[in-house]
């Protein structure tokens, strides 16, 4: 009895490891990086500098950014069997899939399992960062009939993928918006597809299963895509006037809405709070959405009705706008998610290396016990309800 008692589905609570990675206070609303608040990266870092920090445990040094930005340009482009291999996807895939497969056929390329080699990690990290938004982009337009966009090694990180993305060089508001995007994206604790690499990782495989597993993690319905399901709720309302019976319907029939509600938060999530604000800027420069008058309605309705219960906006509740204004397929919310998040997979990767013992969790039985085998010609035959032998 003592056993089940402490059983905790989906291990809710129950520490994984210990780590230095990231912060998170559900109460106060704290997100940090190493200690440093994402207020502060957000206002004041790039991704390719936040990715440092994460992966490396410092920031870093102007020469030291300086190579790492052009290491990451340099492994920017993919070899042309995985173009090839990825042209023989069908254009009804998921991208989400796309990305799982592509980011594990790296592995058939760069796999050494040299796991005791500085820069055998530093290349992983460099050719996992540069080589993933160079695929979803790739994958984006191959499924619309085109040749992907090669990589421009004088546009930034971000830029450079809304560059290949939407075959044209993004305005600078967009690019520094996507580039905070993916700021805010790159980690977040031990999530499902972070502890998904985590046990991959454990097993001393290559990083590239590492990150394909925490893709495939992502892809999940309960994980990743719930800005594009947002989206799609905030259509459906389709005005101010229809918020607060929607939301009360909702309420009445204990159905969740998406973009609310956090395992951790219990006040606004600070990157709904920092993503808002992103989106107010592009919608004055590039033209108003119709649906935020809708959801910032929507979130004051549901703080009303619900704000007791600490269920406020998540990240995913504005993100959508932003991308979508962007020019960001619905469909690639969540690979866009797993660009960010990369940086925050193999900084636990790496962290998992320096103190590993692969993962084996127990478990409580609930079968029976010294059953008898019985001869599959004794076996009495199941009888459904009409009568008939199966």
Not at 13 to 24: D, F, H, K, Q
Not at 255 to 277: C, N, W
Not at 311 to 331: C, E, H, Q, T
Not at 339 to 360: C, D, F, M, P
Request: net charge negative; with cysteine; glycine share 6%.
């Amino acid at each position: 009895m003592t056993a089940v008692s402490e059983f905790k589905p989906g291990l809710e609570g129950v520490p994984a490891t210990l780590s230095s990675i990231s912060y998170v206070d559900g109460q106060k609303g704290i997100l940090e990086y190493r200690g440093i608040s994402i207020e502060q990266l957000a206002n004041y870092s790039t991704f390719l500098e936040t990715s440092y920090l994460l992966i490396w445990g410092k920031l870093p040094t102007q020469e030291e950014l300086a190579e790492f930005e052009h290491e990451i340009r340099y492994h920017r482009r993919i070899k042309y069997r995985i173009r090839d291999m990825m042209k023989c996807f069908p254009e009804t895939g998921h991208p989400m899939d796309a990305l799982q497969t592509s980011a594990a056929a790296l592995g058939l390329f760069y796999s050494r399992r040299a796991l005791d080699n500085p820069e055998y990690i530093r290349e992983a990290v460099v050719r996992l960062l540069a080589k993933i938004p160079t695929m979803v982009a790739a994958f984006q337009l191959m499924r619309k009939g085109n040749d992907p966009v090669q990589p421009r090694d004088d546009l930034d990180y971000s830029a450079n993928f809304l560059y290949m993305l939407n075959e044209r060089e993004p305005d600078p508001l967009a690019a520094r918006v996507f580039d905070v995007c993916l700021t805010l994206h790159a980690e977040h604790t031990i999530n499902a597809s972070t502890f998904s690499a985590m046990v991959t990782a454990s097993t001393l495989t290559d990083p590239y299963a590492v990150i394909a597993s925490a893709v495939g993690t992502l892809a999940g319905p309960l994980h990743g895509g719930a800005n594009e399901e947002v989206l799609t709720m905030l259509e459906e309302i389709g005005s101010v006037e229809n918020v607060a019976p929607y939301v009360d319907h909702l309420i009445a029939k204990k159905s969740k809405i998406m973009g609310f509600g956090h395992r951790v938060y219990k006040v606004k999530d600070p990157r709904a709070t920092i993503l808002q604000e992103l989106g107010e800027q592009l919608f004055e420069k590039f033209g108003h959405d119709q649906y935020y008058e809708i959801a910032l309605e929507l979130e004051r309705v549901v703080a009303d009705r619900l704000g007791g219960k600490g269920i406020y906006p998540n990240v995913d509740f504005y993100s959508g706008l932003v991308y979508r204004k962007l020019d960001i397929p619905a469909d690639l919310f969540t690979p866009i998610f797993a660009i960010a998040r990369v940086s925050g997979w193999l900084a636990h990767w790496k962290e998992q290396l320096t103190k590993n013992r692969i993962y084996r969790p127990t478990q409580i039985y609930t079968g029976s016990h010294k059953e008898i085998y019985v001869p599959i010609q004794e076996r009495n035959c199941a009888i459904n309800l009409e009568g008939v032998t199966l």
